[in-house]
C-alpha cells in the first residue's frame, strides 16, 4: 500500500526548510515576495505540528501494560451507556472487502491532505477565517496530544471483542505485517482524526457562502464511521475530540469577549494639543482622522479669509 504521510523526521526537515526560505524572502524587503513568504511561513507552521504530533505518538507518560486496562474501560462504560457496539457496526462491513479497503486507505492517507487542502483554501480566499482556524487546530492538536500521553490500546488489540484489524487483515497496515504494541498503536485516546474531521467541517460551513457548504458534515460523519469499522477508536474517543474542540473553541470566543470589552472600555482622548498641523492632529495615541484634520484645516481658511476682509475694510 502506497503511505501518503511523511515520517516526522521529513515533516520536520520540510517544516524547518518552509520557515527558513519564509525569513530569506521577509529579508529581501520585496513587496511582491511578501505573500509567497507568509504562505511558506504558514506552511512550515502547520508541517511542523504535524511532525510534532507524528513524534508525539512515540511518546508515553505511563508504561504501556494499563494501555489494555484502559482499553477495556472505555469498552465497558461504553455498553453502560449504551453506546452502540462498535464490534456490530464492524460486522456489518466486514463481509464487503472493498469497502473495508476503502476504510482502511481512508483512515491512513485521507485525514492531513484534506486538512492541508482546507487551510490553503481558507488562506487564499478566506485569509480571516484562516487565522481563526490555524489557532483552533494549534490548540486541538496540543490538548490531544497532552490525553495522549497515557497510553490506550485501540479496540482491534483489546481482545474479547470480536474485532478484526482490518489493516493487518488486507496488508495495508502502516504499522507492521502484524498487530503490536509500539507506543505509536497506543495513543487511541482521543481521535485526532475525528477532531480534525469536524474542524474541517466547522471551517468550510464558517467560510463558504454556498448552501451546499452543509454537506461538509458528512465529511466528519465518515471519518467516524471509517474509524469504528477499522477498529482504529471507540466512539468515545471521538467523542472526546468533539469536546476537547469544543473547548478551545470556548476559550477562543471567551477571549475575543474580554478583548472587544477592553476595548470598549479605553478611555476616550479629553484633550487636543494647541499646536495642530494640516498633516494630522496630534494625540495622545498617534493621529487622529484625516476627516478632522481636514475640518480644522476648512476652520483655519474660513479665519483667513474673515482675517482678509477685516484687513480689507481697515484699509
Do not use: K
Request: proline letters at 5%.
Amino acid at each position: 500500500m502506497i503511505d501518503l504521510v511523511l515520517p516526522w523526521q521529513q515533516a520536520g526537515a520540510v517544516a524547518g526548510g518552509l520557515i527558513a526560505a519564509s525569513v530569506a524572502l521577509r529579508a529581501s524587503r520585496r513587496e511582491r515576495l511578501a505573500s509567497t513568504a507568509v504562505f511558506a511561513q504558514e506552511a512550515g507552521f502547520v508541517l511542523g505540528l504535524f511532525a510534532l504530533w507524528q513524534l508525539a505518538g512515540s511518546f508515553t507518560v505511563m508504561g504501556p501494560g494499563g494501555a489494555l486496562a484502559r482499553s477495556r474501560w472505555i469498552w465497558h462504560f461504553e455498553r453502560a451507556v449504551h453506546l452502540p457496539s462498535e464490534a456490530a457496526i464492524q460486522r456489518l462491513f466486514l463481509p464487503h472487502p472493498l469497502l473495508v479497503q476503502f476504510f482502511n486507505l481512508y483512515y491512513d492517507s485521507l485525514h492531513f491532505p484534506v486538512l492541508i487542502a482546507t487551510l490553503i483554501w481558507l488562506f487564499v480566499w478566506h485569509r480571516d477565517n484562516y487565522r481563526r482556524i490555524r489557532t483552533t487546530l494549534v490548540g486541538l492538536t496540543g490538548l490531544c496530544l497532552l490525553v495522549q500521553l497515557i497510553p490506550v490500546a485501540p479496540p482491534r488489540m483489546l481482545p474479547g471483542t470480536g474485532m478484526v484489524d482490518t489493516a493487518v487483515e488486507y496488508h495495508q497496515s502502516v504499522y507492521a505485517a502484524t498487530a503490536g504494541f509500539d507506543p505509536d498503536q497506543l495513543s487511541a485516546m482521543p481521535s485526532v482524526h475525528v477532531g480534525w474531521a469536524i474542524l474541517v467541517a466547522i471551517a468550510i460551513i464558517g467560510a463558504a457562502r454556498t448552501r451546499w457548504r452543509w454537506l461538509a458534515v458528512l465529511y466528519p460523519m465518515m471519518t467516524t464511521l471509517a474509524v469504528i469499522v477499522t477498529a482504529n477508536h471507540f466512539w468515545l474517543d471521538g467523542i472526546v475530540a468533539g469536546l476537547i474542540l469544543v473547548l478551545v473553541l470556548a476559550v477562543q470566543a471567551g477571549a475575543r469577549r474580554a478583548l472587544s470589552r477592553l476595548r470598549r472600555t479605553r478611555p476616550a482622548d479629553s484633550f487636543l494639543p494647541e499646536a495642530l498641523t494640516p498633516e494630522g492632529l496630534v494625540v495622545a495615541d498617534g493621529l487622529v482622522a484625516n476627516d478632522q484634520a481636514h475640518a480644522l484645516r476648512q476652520r483655519r481658511g474660513e479665519h483667513d479669509e474673515l482675517a482678509g476682509t477685516d484687513d480689507g475694510a481697515a484699509q
